[in-house]
C-alpha cells in the first residue's frame, strides 16, 4: 500500500549517458514534486507538477526534463549524466499547498 | 527570500533523556512548518506540521513542536528519546497559498542516541 514509490531505488550509470527516475503515487494527489538531495544531506526542490501543468521549475540544467504523463505520475529524465548529478533524487506528492509526502529516494551513482 | 535555520549539525542524547532541535526561519509571512525524520537510507517522514491554530502541535513518536511567531522559530522536542530516534531531522517551511508548495528545507540535524 506504499503511497509514493519510485523507481529503481538504486541507478548505477556511466558519465554521458541517459537515465530516467519514474515516480507514482496512490494518495489521490493534484501536485507532484522533485526533489534532490545533494552529499550533504541538503534537499533543495527542483520541479513540480500541478494536474500535468508545470507549476515550479528551479534553476536546473535543461538536461533534467520531467514528463508527468497523469497526475499519478512524475517522470524525471536525465540527460548525458555528469558527475555532479550524483545524489538521492526523491519524488513526493501533496494536496495543492499541504502536506508534501515523500518517496523512499533513488541513489544516482555517476561514474 | 525564505531560509530555515537548523543551528546543531550533530546532536548525541543519551536514551530516556529529553530532546530539543532547534529550527529558526525567515519567511515574508507566516509560513506553513513540518517537521521531518529521514532514517539512514530511508525517504522523509512527516512528523508533525504547523498550519493555525494552537502553536503546540503533537506529531507522531512522541514529538512535539512550539511555533512562536516573535521568534521565528518551531522548535522539535520528545521527553524521552528512544534508541530508535537516531536519524537526520530537518525542518522545512512552505507557503500558504498556491497550487504547489516549495518547501524550502533546513540543512538537517543528525541526531545521535547513546545507550
Known amino acids: 500500500d506504499t503511497a509514493v514509490s519510485q523507481t529503481p531505488k538504486y541507478l548505477v550509470t556511466q558519465m554521458g549517458n541517459d537515465k530516467s527516475i519514474k515516480c507514482e503515487q496512490n494518495?489521490?494527489?493534484?501536485?507532484m514534486y522533485w526533489y534532490k538531495q545533494d552529499s550533504k544531506k541538503f534537499l533543495k526542490i527542483m520541479f513540480s507538477?500541478?494536474?500535468?501543468?508545470?507549476?515550479i521549475n528551479e534553476t536546473v540544467p535543461n538536461r533534467f526534463s520531467p514528463k508527468s504523463p497523469d497526475k499519478a505520475h512524475l517522470n524525471l529524465h536525465i540527460n548525458s549524466l555528469e558527475l555532479g548529478d550524483s545524489a538521492v533524487y526523491f519524488c513526493?506528492?501533496?494536496?495543492?499547498?499541504?502536506?508534501?509526502?515523500f518517496g523512499p529516494g533513488t541513489r544516482l551513482t555517476v561514474l | 527570500a525564505q531560509s530555515v535555520t537548523q543551528p546543531d549539525i550533530h546532536i548525541t542524547v543519551s536514551e530516556g533523556a529529553s530532546l530539543e532541535l532547534r529550527c529558526n526561519y525567515s519567511?515574508?509571512?507566516?509560513?506553513?512548518l513540518f517537521w521531518y525524520v529521514q532514517s539512514p537510507g530511508q525517504g522523509l517522514q512527516l512528523l508533525l506540521k504547523?498550519?493555525?491554530?494552537?502553536?503546540l502541535v503533537q506529531g507522531i513518536k512522541g514529538f512535539e513542536a512550539e511555533f512562536k511567531r516573535s521568534q521565528s522559530s518551531f522548535n522539535l522536542r520528545k521527553p524521552s528519546v528512544h534508541w530508535s530516534d537516531a536519524a537526520e531531522y530537518f525542518c522545512?517551511?512552505?507557503?500558504?497559498?498556491?497550487?504547489?508548495?516549495?518547501?524550502?528545507f533546513g540543512t538537517g540535524t543528525r541526531l545521535q542516541v547513546t545507550l
Open positions: 504547523y498550519f493555525s491554530g494552537d502553536t
Open positions: 522545512a517551511v512552505g507557503p500558504r497559498t498556491g497550487t504547489a508548495s516549495k518547501l524550502t
Open positions: 519567511y515574508g509571512a507566516t509560513p506553513y
Open positions: 494518495l489521490g494527489h493534484d501536485t
Open positions: 513526493a506528492s501533496s494536496q495543492v499547498s499541504d502536506t508534501q509526502y
Open positions: 507538477y500541478n494536474n500535468k501543468e508545470l507549476i
